[in-house]
């Protein structure tokens, strides 16, 4: 088996190295735990686990032709932060402490653990540099952190390949020799994103996911009707304006891939006019209906020759950067996770509930949403670097409100 990574990035991935030049586009996820185990354990499960996937031991360095490529780092650990802290700690601000230190990129390894340590339970903090990781990822790397450190065996995994690689798209052959490329001046200004969080009831949730169901939507729709109404409603200078709204896709499923710490999504975007006429469900209706057909091989493939079209083929690294800054513009992410897909009973741990991602997705303004549903209990993150206060609470509100409507529309609502 080849254990060790040695491969050009792939266009979504050298397009997140590209803009973490320019702003950070590291992630967190974070796991409340029933529970302890010593920090020795942990630390030897973070060992483990480095050695079963060979992303958690690469860095980012040009090749021969000026392109970034993931290659291994030997006897490099994994850095692991432990805080000793009382029962009703507040985890977010060690997210916070976390998004604010960036990766370097060119060293390694694209992974910090840190490991709160409460009375009677336990806050496993992930953070990640977004080349070489999703959200996924870091969901089951806490599934195989947890499996470690209760003494289970982890396989080892081979090196995962580029989405464009399993796709046998174009590889990346820049036109410039490598004397032509200019150095990366990586902005190194400190950022301070707030972090806040809130767990839904499992009653709630529930009631949620049937009365989706019901108005031919999904969660993820309400979800996005829910953000969508709650900002417009707190932040008055969104009212009347044109909103972005930007879903992640995870690609797993319609390229057959395994669980893998890799970077395998795509983002699409749904606008939303100032149409205060619409109900709640019809805005659910037609976010779900903006997301049609993207988690198919084709939309995939198209996607990353998009990005193949802007970052491949050259090495001018401002005229990427120059193009991609007009990507990624959004008012609001909705980056959902679904649900936790394993047992959350680890022997003497317990996975109680896992929260995120949280990641600044954009320029500033922008809101993002983390939603994962462990237990049967949907979990929300806000981060942002100015966050409007209360925002999850006021999307919970909204959520109630029209579970509790009669339902009247059960059609499908197509994008116009």
């Given at each position: ?198 767990r839904f009831s499992a009653s709630t949730t529930r009631t949620l996911l049937e009365r989706a169901r019901q108005e031919n939507t ?199």
């Amino acid at each position: 088996m080849k254990r060790q990574q040695n491969r050009p990035l792939g266009a979504f991935e050298k397009t997140f190295w590209l803009l973490d030049q320019i702003d950070s586009k590291d992630f967190c996820l974070a796991a409340d735990i029933a529970g302890t185990q010593p920090v020795e354990k942990w630390r030897q499960a973070i060992d483990l686990v480095q050695q079963r996937h060979p992303n958690l031991s690469v860095r980012v360095t040009l090749d021969e032709l000026g392109r970034p490529t993931l290659q291994p780092v030997e006897n490099l650990p994994i850095p692991l932060r432990v805080v000793q802290v009382e029962q009703n700690y507040r985890w977010e601000q060690e997210v916070e402490k976390e998004l604010s230190v960036r990766f370097n990129t060119a060293e390694g390894p694209l992974l910090r653990v840190v490991l709160l340590q409460k009375p009677d339970s336990t806050v496993l903090i992930l953070a990640a540099n977004h080349t070489v990781a999703d959200g996924t990822s870091l969901s089951y790397l806490t599934r195989d952190l947890l499996l470690a450190v209760t003494g289970e065996e982890l396989a080892l995994m081979e090196p995962p390949v580029s989405n464009d690689q399993t796709l046998e798209l174009p590889e990346d052959l820049p036109a410039q020799t490598a004397e032509q490329v200019l150095g990366l001046n990586m902005k190194t200004e400190v950022v301070h994103p707030l972090v806040s969080s809130h767990r839904f009831s499992a009653s709630t949730t529930r009631t949620l996911l049937e009365r989706a169901r019901q108005e031919n939507t999904s969660v993820h729709g309400a979800l996005c009707a829910a953000v969508l109404l709650a900002s417009r409603k707190m932040r008055p200078g969104w009212v009347q304006t044109r909103m972005e709204l930007v879903s992640p896709v995870c690609t797993r499923g319609a390229l057959h891939l395994d669980d893998n710490v890799g970077l395998n999504i795509t983002t699409q975007s749904v606008f939303f006019d100032h149409q205060p006429y619409m109900s709640f469900w019809d805005l659910a209706r037609l976010a779900k209906a903006g997301l049609g057909g993207t988690s198919s091989i084709d939309y995939t493939r198209g996607y990353l020759s998009f990005f193949g079209s802007l970052v491949f083929g050259h090495n001018d690294i401002q005229q990427m950067l120059d193009a991609l800054k007009q990507a990624f513009n959004h008012h609001i992410m909705v980056t959902n996770l679904v649900r936790v897909r394993y047992k959350t009973d680890f022997g003497p741990l317990k996975l109680e509930a896992l929260y995120g991602p949280m990641v600044r997705s954009g320029k500033g303004m922008e809101q993002t949403i983390g939603a994962l549903t462990t237990n049967g209990s949907l979990c929300l993150t806000n981060t942002s670097d100015t966050p409007i206060p209360g925002l999850l609470v006021e999307m919970e509100q909204i959520l109630d409100n029209a579970c509790q409507d009669t339902v009247v529309a059960k059609t499908e609502c197509a994008v116009r």
